[in-house]
Nanobody, 123 residues
């Protein structure tokens, strides 16, 4: 089992920045790719970004490319999502995920989930 705990969400004005963190415990952190998804009210959970176990490969949704950066620190069993130039449409609950296939943007392909952290961007 893998336990994931997110933090770092909050309220920010458009154009601002936030950094989300996700601490993992349980099974070996480096066994898994890590990812971030988000879900706005009334919408499906959507892929945001993913990173391979080594950190050598990163993938982003088109909507966040150039603004968000995913990273991980395997020594701290933590992954991060740096979000810059935030827009009101980025408002959602952000979920940390772990899985053996970090190349999938389908949320059902990911095995472990955190409880989510709210990000609200005001205009």
């Amino acid at each position: 089992q893998v336990q994931l705990v997110e933090s770092g969400g909050g309220l920010v004005q458009a154009g601002g920045s936030l950094r989300l963190s996700c601490v993992s415990s349980g099974r070996t952190f480096t066994m898994y790719g890590m990812g971030w998804f988000r879900q706005a009210p009334g919408k499906e959970r959507e892929f945001v970004a993913a990173i391979t176990w080594s950190g050598g490969g990163t993938y982003y949704a088109d909507s966040v490319k150039g603004r968000f950066t995913i990273s991980r620190d395997n020594a701290k069993t933590t992954q991060y999502l740096q979000m810059n130039s935030l827009k009101p449409e980025d408002t959602a609950v952000y979920y940390c995920a772990a899985g053996t296939n970090p190349y999938s943007s389908r949320y059902r392909a990911w095995e472990y989930w955190g409880q989510g952290t709210q990000v609200t961007v005001s205009s």
